[in-house]
Structures are given as C-alpha cells and as structure tokens.
C-alpha cells in the first residue's frame, strides 16, 4: 500500500482501535468467568457492539462493523483453540492481551462492506482500495488478482501496509504431465535432495545475516526505553529479520516450482517439525545432554524454513494439479535403498551412506529420498488396491 502521511495515520488509528477492542473483549470473558462463572460468547459480544459505537462515534464508531466483528471472531477462534489444546492434554496456552506490538491485522470479511477493492478502476495506472475511515488507498499491485475477491485485510510491517486479498474461484493452472515421481529428503546441507541426486542448496539466510542482527541487537540494548533512539533501533532489527523471513520464502517458492514443474508425483517425510526443534535443556532435575549442538541444530532447521517451504509445496502441488504424498520418515535414512538391510550402522558419517550387508554406498540423503519413493508408491498402490 501506498498510503499518504494522512491515510498512514488514519491506518493506525484503525489498528489501534481493533487492538482495544480485542483486549476489552478479552478482558470482558475473563472478568465474567472469574466473577460469575459465565461463559461470554462471541454472540454476546457482537450484540454489544452496537452500543459500543454509540458510545464512541468518533473512535469505535467510525470503523467498519463487519471489521469489529472480525475481531471478535479472532478472539472466539483463540478460545476454540484454547479448549481444544486443554482437551487433547496439550499445553493450554491461555489468549492473551495485545500489546501495541502484537497487532498489526485487520480483516473485512466481505468485499463491498466498509471496503472495496480496486475501487476507482478508471484510474489505468494505479489501484486503489478504498477502506471505511480511512479513504481510497493507492496500491501498488504487483501481480494480477485471480478469481473474485471474498476478504481484503490490512496488515502492518514495520513502517510498510500491505493488503492482502483471499479469493474465491481461483482458476487452477494445471502443468503439463512429464511421467516422472520423485521422492526428497529434507536437509539442512542441502534444503531438498530427490531421489534422482538432485541437491537443492539451503542459502541460510539466518547464518549469513547473523552478524549483521548481532551488531543491530547490540545497538538495541544500550538504548534507553521509550527514547525515539530506541524506536529507530527497534525499526533496524526488525527490518533485518523482516529481509531474512522475505528471502527464505523466496527460495522456497523458486525450490517448490521447480519440483513441482518437473514430476507428476512427489514424496516426501511427514515431519514433526515442532518435535524436532524441542529444547534439549531438560529440568534442573534432570538437565539435558549436548544442549549447545542441539541448539545449533534446531537453529539450523529453523533457518532452513522446512515447514514453510512443504506449505508452499502443497500449494503449488494443488494448482498445478501434481500429486504430493507425505510418509513416515522413520528408519528412511538407516535403510538400504538396494537389499532393505536396517541398521544405524549403515549411516557411518552425516552425507555418506554404506550398507553393512551388501556394500552399497551413496550419498545418504539420496539414499532416504529413494526410500521415501518407495514407501509413497506403496502408499499409492495401497490406497488404489482398497
């Protein structure tokens, strides 16, 4: 977006009021539980909203309603999940308020309610978005929007808006078929090894602009609070991390296409990447063990971005109309792709794989990627035979 000075402050403004209504919205079941043990609603507080506007017409009144009302689905879609991790025995993860830093989305649920997306569409060299309370908002589109638009939110980056549209009756774009499976092995030497030997590099982002983050982190503690130092020292961190999430998820799009632009079917580990990356410090109890190289490994499978990039493979994946099969990643790479002989053995160093059965050696992650072929086309045919 490319709001003028006046717009810019109208837009935060807007995110401001949101944030104030979810924490009182927040504030509001917690005191009705605690006090009567009443379970406010997301009905309840919707109905309310109306009295709420009155009674601010030129702070909460001047917003759209349907906006307000998405808000408060945010906050009823935070408790859903809530109960739903206290009922699977999981950690709960109580709602919490939003500090001014940790909300910065506003959603209209509907396109022609409070917004209107390209709404001066006789301008040929600009679109606009037109937003209640703020006015007609130049955008600067970088791609065409397919389908027709359902939602329309603002978002805030740093010092930059973006708006992002969701859209219904996307036409598929469905690749021409090229007979060819493949199966990858996640990595972080190499982001994605197929089953043909194939290695697609891992740029570690995060690695390369460690020092860089060190050097602005450093800059940011000395900084006294709420000095307008402070603030300019906060905008340079984030902007760093902000550049690294930007090229990670660049290299993962440019990775996905091109394995979904060359085979019809791919495979690949089901990964707990969540269960991976789980700090090895233990208790003071029971303290862990190699809790520094676990760290650096968790930090490297973070960096590489593994569960972003199968996202954005399985989008991809649909569209172009391919066929993705994720499988059980257990024993893949202890495994012989040739005799089927298992052993932790067989793995001697981290990219050399030898059988200690029949002697077949290969790069131990062309090795996996070829078990995970095997075990997807298993999977396939399994599926096929019932």
Not at 332 to 357: D, I, L, V, Y
Request: proline content about 4%; overall charge positive.
């Amino acid at each position: 977006m490319r709001p003028t000075s006046r717009q810019n402050v109208a837009l935060s403004a807007c995110l401001q009021d949101h944030r104030e209504l979810y924490n009182a919205a927040l504030e509001h079941r917690r005191t009705a539980y605690r006090k009567a043990g009443v379970r406010v609603r997301y009905g309840d507080q919707s109905a309310e909203l109306k009295h709420i506007r009155a009674d601010d017409p030129a702070g909460q009144g001047r917003w759209s309603f349907s906006s307000q009302q998405a808000t408060l689905r945010r906050l009823d879609k935070a408790f859903t999940a809530f109960f739903l991790r206290l009922k699977a025995g999981r950690k709960p993860g109580f709602p919490r308020f939003k500090g001014r830093g940790w909300f910065d989305t506003v959603e209209w649920p509907k396109d022609g309610d409070g917004c209107r997306w390209d709404s001066q569409p006789e301008h040929r060299a600009a679109t606009f978005v037109r937003l209640q309370g703020i006015g007609h908002v130049r955008v600067h589109q970088h791609r065409p929007v397919a389908g027709r638009v359902k939602t329309i939110s603002i978002k805030r980056e740093g010092s930059r808006w973006y708006v992002v549209l969701s859209c219904d009756d996307v036409p598929a774009g469905p690749l021409p078929a090229t007979g060819a499976a493949a199966g990858i092995d996640m990595g972080v030497a190499s982001l994605v090894t197929t089953s043909g030997g194939e290695h697609l590099v891992n740029p570690r982002h995060l690695a390369a602009s460690a020092g860089r983050l060190a050097a602005a982190q450093q800059a940011l503690a000395r900084k006294k609070r709420g000095s307008k130092r402070r603030h300019k020292a906060v905008a340079r961190v984030v902007a760093l991390h902000t550049k690294v999430r930007r090229q990670r998820l660049d290299g993962a799009h440019k990775a996905a296409l091109a394995l979904v632009r060359g085979y019809d079917m791919i495979v690949h580990e089901d990964l707990r990447i969540a269960n991976m990356t789980r700090s090895a410090s233990g208790t003071l109890e029971a303290p862990g063990r190699n809790v520094a190289a676990k760290a650096g490994l968790n930090r490297s499978i973070l960096d590489a971005g593994w569960g972003g990039f199968l996202t954005i493979l399985t989008h991809k994946a649909e569209s172009a109309g391919r066929e993705l099969i994720a499988v059980n990643p257990a024993n893949t790479s202890r495994t012989c792709a040739r005799c089927g002989h298992r052993a932790k053995e067989n793995r001697p160093t981290q990219a050399q794989f030898a059988c200690t059965a029949c002697g077949h050696t290969a790069h131990a992650d062309v090795n996996a990627a070829i078990n995970i072929l095997r075990a997807g086309l298993a999977l396939r045919k399994a599926a096929g035979a019932a």
